[in-house]
């Protein structure tokens, strides 16, 4: 008996003298209400704002992001299953502000906006980190926008031509070709020295099943990400989403490199806002919205930027969606979100049912941009472009109601229905600049003026496998992005050729 009880004397004696006391300081409070994927937490005075929280349950630990700051309590939004919290349970803070995977290990990926796998293919393979939220990049690091971002779309590219570093609002009805602008012009980035990612927001995830096969199928997987925070996803989530997509892209920036980013759509992420904020009891605004809607989409776009040589000269072109219900431009977040960028593609629900598609709006389409993001080829042939498609429009709703026309309003009609014919292009087929070039060249100069209206589109095809035999013209204005002498000879020679064999023209 007393063998044993020298034992446990001695035992104890050793782990007495093996232990060393550790202090370790954690800030905790407690749930004091959770509902709908939101918590109000009490006791984390120091906690940060987009800080990460603990929530310590009895089915393993759940993250949660801090995001009302007030005196007695936190309002924090739950990033996984909120069903998992009650009231009384644990929260730690961590002192770590909301941070996504970048890096070089993120393209090709299908990633959810904590940057977590959701494609099948295992963990994204990086050390480094961004936060979702940065300030914008100041007036001193920035240069103007003038180096083009071709979409390959030729109504876009001639008249409201993007450059990199400009912000370009997609604006539209629902099912009218938004989404389908947006990857165009992904797909045409191919062999351009730009990054890609595409921010799903609410979205299906068969839609985005879908982009991500024709994305592969075109080979344009290779250079572009895309963040899906799907319609079955809670709100905290989307609201999320387009600022991880941002942090993704700013390494690149910061590397000195291109990014194109597509939102797609901005009109769900500020209903996701709007739920967490209403749930959060913070004051509702006009259409319910809060207060701070518009600083929420101001503060994530004028992160994209064209940075000067000082700072790397990189840039985030941004190209977000919005829905419009019923062609109502004046609603509350697109008056907002069209203030904040740099011009707007206003698609048109009556020009897509008439077969006109991509469905752009001439005479409510903007680039504030303008013709410094064109090369000077495209600039000399588009110039007056989008002045003739807005007059066309005009003119052909007042032709209506008279048949005395002057022989001016016919001409400028008939070249009107010719343009638009031209602007009409198939999904998943950008064209390149130089193809573009030499269409609106063989328009402008009057080469056209003797295809019947519904020839265009045969003429067309026929004119660029002319082209593709003998590609000597399309190389040089490539090259040398402008119109000289000699390009100007080749194309009217190339043109002259090519009609000489068709047999359809009106003599």
Partial sequence: MSTTKDFIIDQLKSEISGFKAEISEKSVGKVLKVSDGIALVSGLSEVMMSEILQFKTEKGDVAGVALNLEENQVGS?????????????????????????????????????????????GKVETNKFYPVEKIAPGVIT?????????????????????????????????QIGKTAIAIDAIINQKGQNMKCIYVGIGQKESKVANIVA??????????????LAGASMPASLLYIAPYAGCAMAEYFLDKGEDVLIVYDDLSKHAVSYREISLLLRRP???????????????????????LNKDFGGGSITALPIIETQAGDVSAYIPTNVISITDGQIYLESDLFYQGQRPAVNAGLS?????????????????????LEAAQY??????????????????????????????????????????????????????????????????????????????D??????????????????????????????????IK
């Fill in 393 to 470: 429009r005009e003119l052909a709703a007042f032709a209506q109601f008279g048949s005395d026309l002057d022989e001016d309003t016919k001409r400028k009609l008939e070249r009107g229905k010719r343009l638009y014919e031209i602007f009409k292009q198939g999904q998943y087929q950008p064209l390149s600049v130089a193809k573009q070039v030499l269409i609106y060249y063989t328009l402008v100069n009057g080469f056209m003026d003797n295809v019947p209206v519904e020839k265009v589109s045969e003429f067309e095809a026929g004119l660029y496998k002319q082209a593709d035999l003998n």
């Fill in 284 to 306: 509702p605004g006009r259409e319910a919205y809060p207060g701070d809607v518009f600083y929420l989409h101001s503060r994530l776009l004028e992160r994209a930027c064209k």
């Fill in 142 to 174: 920035r240069e103007s926008v003038k180096q083009p971002v071709q979409t390959g779309i030729k109504a876009i590219d001639a008249m409201v031509p993007i450059g990199r570093g400009q912000r370009e609002l997609i604006i539209g009805d629902r």
């Fill in 77 to 121: 939004i739950i990033l996984g299953d909120f069903t998992a919290i009650k009231e009384g349970d644990e929260v730690h803070s961590t002192k770590r502000i909301l941070e996504v995977p970048v890096g070089e290990a993120v393209i090709g990926r299908v990633l959810n906006p904590l940057g977590e796998p959701l494609d099948g293919k």
């Fill in 472 to 505: 000597t013209v399309l190389k040089m204005i490539i090259e040398k992005k402008e119109l000289d002498a000699e390009i100007e000879a080749g194309l009217k020679k190339l043109i002259e050729d090519y009609k000489a064999t068709v047999d359809y023209l």
């Fill in 366 to 386: 903007v680039s504030r941009v303008g013709s410094s993001a064109q090369i000077k080829a495209m600039k000399k042939v588009a110039g007056k472009m989008r």
């Fill in 214 to 227: 024709k994305l592969e199928e075109a080979g344009a997987m290779d250079y572009t990400t895309i963040v």
